[in-house]
């Protein structure tokens, strides 16, 4: 893969942990708290942070993550470890940016259509705000649910993905680690810290 190509598949994975798009900012007065006793599928606000680890089946990256999602709006910022190169994907329902790619930003009327503009991929990027709270995704049929004996999501495929998860926070209801793939390509996420927020 060439560096170019490589740093493509980098912005698909930044692209890939976002899901709908005005970005919410970090302000002095922002209450994030820890979500432990908080049930994901009742929270809209949360921010999760960790590494991520993409492959196309022959050759692959690695870099860390700060996703933050209000309601519809989310700011994603990847961060390559060693050339500390950084994208950001920014957006909500009505539209999407892209930051660090070559040439400057890039707009697009969502998220899944400036992944096509940019890589020519499509990616169901509005499920990914469910997948990596350890739900089925909202925005497409869900073709199989597998869960574990505490009734959490265990394995699920869903357009064309099968997501697995595979570790929890403190053996809660936040998943820690979880990997998708659909075809050569996977995406493995390693979380290390979660956190929600005030709607």
Not at 12 to 38: F, K, M, N, S, Y
Not at 65 to 72: A, D, P
Not at 128 to 139: E, S
């Amino acid at each position: 893969m060439t560096p170019g190509c490589r740093r493509a598949f980098l912005a698909l994975a930044c692209l890939a942990l976002a899901a709908c798009a005005q970005a919410p900012r970090r302000t002095a007065g922002e209450d994030w708290r820890p979500v432990a006793g908080t049930a994901p599928e009742a929270v809209s606000a949360f921010r999760v942070s960790g590494r991520l680890a993409v492959s196309d089946g022959r050759d692959g990256g690695s870099a860390g993550f700060l996703w933050l999602q209000r309601g519809e709006a989310y700011e994603v910022e990847l961060r390559q470890p060693v050339s500390q190169r950084t994208w950001r994907l920014s957006g909500d329902a009505r539209g999407a940016v892209l930051h660090g790619g070559d040439g400057g930003p890039r707009h697009g009327a969502d998220a899944q259509a400036l992944l096509f503009e940019v890589l020519g991929w499509q990616l169901p990027v509005r499920d990914l705000v469910d997948w990596v709270r350890g739900l089925p995704g909202a925005g497409a049929p869900v073709e199989r649910l597998e869960r574990d004996g505490q009734g959490r999501v265990r394995l699920l495929r869903q357009a064309g993905w099968q997501v697995e998860y595979r570790a929890w926070l403190d053996e809660g209801a936040w998943p820690t680690r979880i990997q998708a793939r659909q075809g050569d390509y996977s995406v493995r996420i390693n979380v290390q810290d979660w956190a929600v927020g005030r709607d």
